[in-house]
């Protein structure tokens, strides 16, 4: 079994920058990539950043040099820098974890990012 811990969500102002940590647990062996995801009501769940396991990173063009995914391999923790955030990046932000082992994609329980004056 995969757990995947998000943290860092919160209320910001437009403009202003959060920090999302997402950390996994549990069975973990070889890690294809891990990632962010978020979802509006209404929308389908999008894709923010992935990095694999290499140091691979693909970004959405919406994010335009405004966020930065990292990881820390070692202790399975991936990370999201978010700054100048505009109220559309309002959304549950969604931790995913792709297992090499068996192709699984894992999916933490999401964490509310509200950007508003």
């Known amino acids: 079994q995969v757990q995947l811990v998000e943290s860092g969500g919160g209320l910001v102002q437009p403009g202003g920058s959060l920090r999302l940590s997402c950390a996994a647990s549990?069975?973990?062996?070889?890690?294809?990539?891990m990632g962010w995801y978020r979802q509006t009501p209404g929308k389908q769940r999008e894709l923010v950043a992935t990095?694999?396991?290499?140091?691979?990173?693909n970004y959405a063009d919406f994010v335009k040099g405004r966020f930065t995914i990292s990881r820390n391999n070692a202790k399975n923790t991936v990370y999201l820098q978010m700054n100048s955030l505009k109220p559309e990046d309002t959304a549950v932000y969604y931790c995913?974890?792709?297992?090499?082992?068996?192709?699984?994609?894992?999916w933490g329980q999401g964490t509310q990012v509200t950007v508003s004056s």
């Open positions: 995913n974890l792709q297992a090499d082992w068996d192709l699984r994609n894992y």
């Open positions: 549990g069975s973990i062996y070889m890690i294809n990539g």
């Open positions: 990095i694999t396991s290499g140091g691979m990173i």
